[in-house]
């Protein structure tokens, strides 16, 4: 094999040189236009210099030539791929940032701590064999107040209390966010042609309300309607008893207060015993001292909402209850403002 032309060995130790010592892509670049550049470049004319070549030297001459082109093609490749790991390599130390850490985990949402409560209650009247039905937020007069026994001179139906969302038809107002989920009592007796009724119905309600630390003028309630022969207060209080056994524990106490609601009769409050004080402290703040903490409404459905709805009422009875969901979850946790349901601040709310 013939020598190698001193100018091709030139030529190549002075190129490696050249690009040992560019220390960045603009040097690389500069080095590759040096040799490489189409009109000037340093290899590109040692390869057009081979037609230039004595013909019995050419051949030798030209694979010479072809060999180093190739070799600082690779060499330039080589180095490249070279800075850039320094590159990476220098960034991981010198800024301590650690690319093969995990990335940042996104925040998960989770159910509104109402919406929570609202739904274990709701399992536990299933389990007890109620199904879940649904009414209008948007509700009529007809069934929000006159229906469940309101009559006209009711407070209730007051500016005071009732968001009315019409104008006057008829010199009437007739329209409005329903104030109770009771409506939906004669509302679901409607649609079911015979007894028996056995149904939860929850819902937001939308009362005026100046608000307090038990008061919000949106509150979600769950109406139950029990509807049969042989329906008794006795299965009423056995279906709240054990709904509260299955929300607060199972060594709560619940007791019955009389009370009046137009709907039933006879109507009663339910209680349960204070789990803050356990009914020790005339101090407590939950209970007012009295040891017990009012939680729902209910009672017989009157018998003339029975007849409204076309079922006999020497036939069948039924039992009815209203409860509110934001006072369970209040009870639940041990929260003490109601109004930090519906503050949208997630640091509260993404404790449940
Ligand atoms: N609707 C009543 C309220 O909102 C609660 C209730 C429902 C009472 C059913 C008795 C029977 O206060």
Request: charged share 25%; with cysteine.
């Amino acid at each position: 094999m013939p020598d190698v032309d001193p100018r091709i060995e030139g030529l190549r130790t002075e190129a490696l040189a050249a690009l040992a010592s560019a220390s960045d892509e603009a040097g690389l670049e500069q080095w590759r236009i040096t040799f490489f550049g189409r009109q000037d470049g340093r290899v590109s004319a040692l390869l057009r210099s081979i037609r230039d070549v004595p013909a019995d030297q050419r051949a030798a001459f030209g694979a010479a030539a072809n060999a180093v082109k190739v070799e600082l093609e690779g060499a330039l490749e080589a180095r490249q791929e070279g800075l850039k790991s320094a590159a990476l390599k220098a960034l991981t130390t010198e800024a301590a940032l650690d690319v093969t850490l995990p990335g940042r985990p996104q925040p998960l949402g989770r159910l509104h701590p109402v919406t929570q409560t609202m739904r274990d209650c709701l399992t536990a009247f299933q389990e007890m064999g109620f199904r879940v039905a649904e009414g209008p937020e948007v509700e009529w007069a007809r069934y929000n107040f006159d229906a469940a026994r309101i009559p006209e001179d009711h407070p209730a139906r007051d500016m005071w209390d009732t968001i009315w969302v019409n104008t006057l038809i008829d010199g009437e107002r007739n329209m409005l966010l329903r104030t109770h989920t009771t409506p939906n009592q004669v509302r679901v007796m409607e649609r079911t042609p015979e007894p028996p009724v056995r149904v939860v119905v929850p819902g937001k309600c939308y009362r005026q309300e100046a608000t307090d630390a038990t008061h919000e003028w949106m509150l979600t309630q769950i109406e139950g309607l029990a509807v049969d022969e042989g329906v008794r207060m006795t299965d009423l209080k056995g279906v709240l008893y054990g709904w509260a056994r299955k929300m607060f524990g199972a060594d709560r106490k619940i007791i019955f207060h009389h009370s009046y609601f137009p709907f039933v009769e006879p109507g009663v409050e339910m209680a349960i015993d204070c789990f803050i004080c356990r009914g020790s402290g005339s101090a407590c703040h939950t209970c007012h001292g009295t040891g017990w903490i009012e939680i729902l409404g209910a009672g017989m459905v009157h018998p003339e909402i029975i007849e409204n709805a076309g079922y006999d009422s020497s036939k069948v009875t039924g039992f009815a209850f209203g409860l509110g969901v934001e006072r369970v979850a209040l009870l639940r946790w041990g929260i003490e403002d109601i109004r930090n349901f519906y503050a949208n601040d997630l640091r509260f709310l993404s404790q449940f």
